[in-house]
């Protein structure tokens, strides 16, 4: 059997010179060339920049040295490329500086590539920006790879990279994961780079990671991306980088606890179902305890309160904007959704904003007491179904008629407008938001694919701390063949 050709091993080929950076460079190129036409996962390449900054990186002493890493186009800022965050208002805006996650994955030997496809400011769980049109699944082209890291997602599900730079604030690594059939990791709220500004990331929801193919790329990415940063509100103790570079299959018996209930009520497709107990009787041939049990809260008042959350950092967001721009933003220079999220969030109270984040601590305590008192880990679905057709409705008619005129309705009228406007994405993945609300950490891992040939994740939570477990666990379900990638790495 041929070793799978992951970051790891491409970093490995050029440590012993048997293939160069700029050799791998053409190589990618060439790639691009023949996949990302049809599949729209890359909405920018600076060749003639890589090849200088090939010259300048590769400095020998980084895990991915002269590896190709290509950027999200959403919380990834390297100097000279774009910076739209997937919005027609910034169409032009190119990053004047790198950021903190930039500079650390280049400290870890990887050269900045280009960007791939986000929706606007990362809203959805589909990749589909007016700017730069939809990506598409390598799986099958008709669906959609997921969002907000589509364009990671089929950019490493293609073999056009190995691995990718996303970002999850809702489970936008993990539902892409899911629906392209790799590895997606959400880690501890502070355990990666944020800034400069912006430290709080959607109040500790959003962090910076990648989607790989190898559940050693991901540990040992892992270990070159975290930090502890002194201006950051949230702070995750780092693990240990050896450990993480000599990483075993867990062989402790765990305790874990699994359901198929949506946290918030609805619906869960039989495949999705069949993926959770594909990964019980594997568990339990393994010797491993796991227990069926009840979805531990009531997650449906949570949503909303991620749903105020998104609309109060909206308005602050566009408010930043303004003040840049020199001028007002107007309706047609965003996507609708992002307008109703602004308009929603200039009538929200601070005392409501406040609360929401209190009843997210308040999830966390549940958790603590209800699951991880108990139980190790926490088996769910990654989403609740299979990737939605790029033809698929993901908004009501009638709601998008309410959404045109969302200036003129009451704020009580407003957050049932923006509940209905989520719905439906609620609906395919209603399991991964949560994760960001409570700070844990996640992964999703790629084992079944349906009769109709679109892959599903089952999402592995645990307690604040535990992806050193996290992963072990997933080396287990690895190094006994039981996931299914994409083609091009079988």
């Not at 950019?155 to 690594?173: E, L, N, Y």
């Not at 209190?358 to 989403?383: C, G, R, V």
Request: with cysteine.
């Amino acid at each position: 059997m041929s070793e799978l050709k992951d970051a790891t091993y491409w970093a490995e080929k050029i440590r012993m010179k048997e293939i160069s950076s700029k050799e791998l460079f053409f190589d990618t190129l060439k790639r691009i060339e023949e996949k990302n036409p049809s599949l729209n996962a890359l909405i920018e390449v600076r060749a003639d920049l890589t090849e200088k900054w090939i010259e300048e990186h590769v400095q020998g002493d980084g895990l991915f040295d002269g590896v190709l890493f290509p950027l999200k186009m959403l919380g990834q800022d390297k100097a000279g490329l774009g910076a739209t965050m997937g919005s027609k208002l910034f169409e032009k805006n190119v990053a004047q500086s790198d950021d903190y996650y930039v500079k650390q994955a280049e400290k870890a030997g990887f050269i900045p590539f280009g960007k791939t496809n986000a929706p606007e400011f990362g809203f959805k769980n589909t990749t589909d920006p007016q700017l730069y049109g939809p990506t598409k699944n390598v799986w099958n082209h008709a669906y959609y790879p997921g969002g907000s890291s589509g364009g990671a997602a089929s950019a490493v599900a293609s073999g056009m990279f190995p691995i990718a730079g996303g970002g999850d604030g809702g489970g936008s690594i993990r539902i892409p994961a899911s629906w392209s059939g790799l590895i997606g990791l959400k880690p501890t709220r502070g355990r990666t780079p944020k800034g400069p500004g912006g430290y709080r990331g959607w109040q500790g929801a959003s962090v910076e990671f990648a989607l790989t193919v190898s559940v050693r790329d991901t540990a040992r990415f892992l270990a070159e991306m975290q930090v502890i940063q002194e201006p950051a509100p949230y702070q995750a103790p780092l693990l240990d980088r050896q450990a993480l570079l000599n990483l075993q299959a867990r062989t402790l018996p765990s305790k874990i606890a699994f359901t198929t209930q949506s946290p918030v009520g609805t619906p869960v497709s039989e495949e999705a179902k069949k993926a959770v107990l594909k990964a019980v009787k594997f568990l339990e041939a393994q010797g491993h305890i796991v227990e069926e049990v009840d979805y531990p809260l009531n997650a449906r008042p949570l949503i909303e309160t991620y749903y105020q959350m998104n609309a109060g950092e909206t308005l602050a967001m566009i408010e930043f904007f303004e003040s840049k721009l020199k001028r007002k933003v107007k309706k047609n220079d965003i996507e609708l959704m992002t307008w109703c999220l602004l308009e929603y969030g200039k009538n929200i109270k601070a005392t409501e904003y406040i609360k929401s984040l209190n009843d997210w601590d308040w999830a966390t305590e549940q958790f603590e007491q209800k699951i991880f008192s108990h139980y190790d880990f926490f088996l769910t679905p990654t989403t609740a179904k299979t990737a939605p057709k790029i033809t698929h409705e993901m908004f009501p008619e009638k709601t998008i008629q309410q959404m045109e005129h969302m200036n003129e309705f009451s704020v009580t009228e407003q957050k049932q407008i923006v509940s209905d406007m989520f719905e439906e994405s609620l609906v395919f993945s209603p399991f991964p938001f949560m994760v960001n609300l409570t700070g844990q950490t996640a992964i999703s891992l790629p084992i079944y694919v349906t009769d109709e040939g679109l892959p599903l994740g089952v999402q592995f939570m645990g307690r604040k701390g535990s992806e050193m477990e996290l992963l072990e666990l997933s080396k287990l379900f690895e190094e006994a063949g039981q996931f299914e990638l994409p083609e091009y790495y079988r």
